[in-house]
T-cell receptor
Framework: GAGVSQSPRYKVAKRGQDVALRCDPI?????LFWYQQALGQGPEFLTY????????KSGLPSDRFFAERPEGSVSTLKIQRTQQEDSAVYLC?????????????FGSGTRLTVV | KNQVEQSPQSLIILEGKNCTLQ??????????LRWYKQDTGRGPVSLTI?????NTKSNGRYTATLDADTKQSSLHITASQLSDSASYIC?????????????FGAGTRLAVHP
């Protein structure tokens, strides 16, 4: 597609519920990143994929967070047993660069609210 | 620690006025510095990107400067418009062998009033 598409745009989850957030990167982009953005803060790195390989997951805050990109295109960020501190905007970005240095394009994000 | 600090946290200006936003960083090794504009409810959109050897770069009414020696950058907005109301985020790319990691500042929230 023309841009990075994320769905859903908004998600309200009850505490303890599992959620799955989807990212459709720009077609052909090899690098894909997930970020978490708390209210009034800049995005914080969660994880990085190069094609289907998850090369860095050091930013995932706990083992309740899991990301995958099985075919090297669409990616899913899953959060199990959601907690209130998980409430944030989750941004996905993709890049045509193998090392992700240039050509970053962000999606509009998914706003997750845990109640 | 790799950090990006921005000031001010928020700013209110009148339409037509100029303003300058500041960014200090300690990220190393440095690859490049970007300024992003983030409208409410949207993802960040790139305004400028500068490498180590570039001192200034313009994009319309936006002009970014970089002093790699003092590790400071600024974003100057000329003749502000209501549509400039947004968060402006300074982002420094840390070079690494594997991939380039973006380190984000917390942003400056700009409000342009008529």
């Amino acid at each position: 597609g023309a841009g990075v598409s994320q769905s859903p745009r908004y998600k309200v989850a009850k505490r303890g519920q599992d959620v799955a957030l989807r990212c459709d990167p720009i077609s052909g982009h090899v690098s894909l990143f997930w970020y978490q953005q708390a209210l009034g803060q800049g995005p914080e790195f969660l994880t990085y994929f190069q094609n289907e390989a998850q090369l860095d997951k050091s930013g995932l805050p706990s083992d309740r967070f899991f990301a995958e990109r099985p075919e090297g295109s669409v990616s899913t960020l899953k959060i199990q047993r959601t907690q209130q501190e998980d409430s944030a905007v989750y941004l996905c970005a993709s890049s045509s660069s193998v090392r992700g240095g240039y050509g970053y394009t962000f999606g509009s994000g998914t706003r997750l609210t845990v109640v | 620690k790799n950090q990006v600090e921005q000031s001010p946290q928020s700013l209110i200006i009148l339409e037509g006025k100029n303003c300058t936003l500041q960014c200090n960083y300690t990220v190393s090794p440095f690859s490049n510095l970007r300024w992003y504009k983030q409208d409410t409810g949207r993802g960040p959109v790139s305004l400028t990107i500068m490498t180590f050897s570039e001192n200034t770069k313009s994009n319309g009414r936006y002009t970014a400067t970089l002093d790699a020696d003092t590790k400071q950058s600024s974003l100057h907005i000329t003749a502000s418009q209501l549509s400039d109301s947004a968060s402006y985020i300074c982002v420094v790319t840390r070079a690494s062998g594997g991939y380039n990691k973006l380190i984000f500042g917390a942003g400056t929230r700009l409000a342009v009033h008529p």
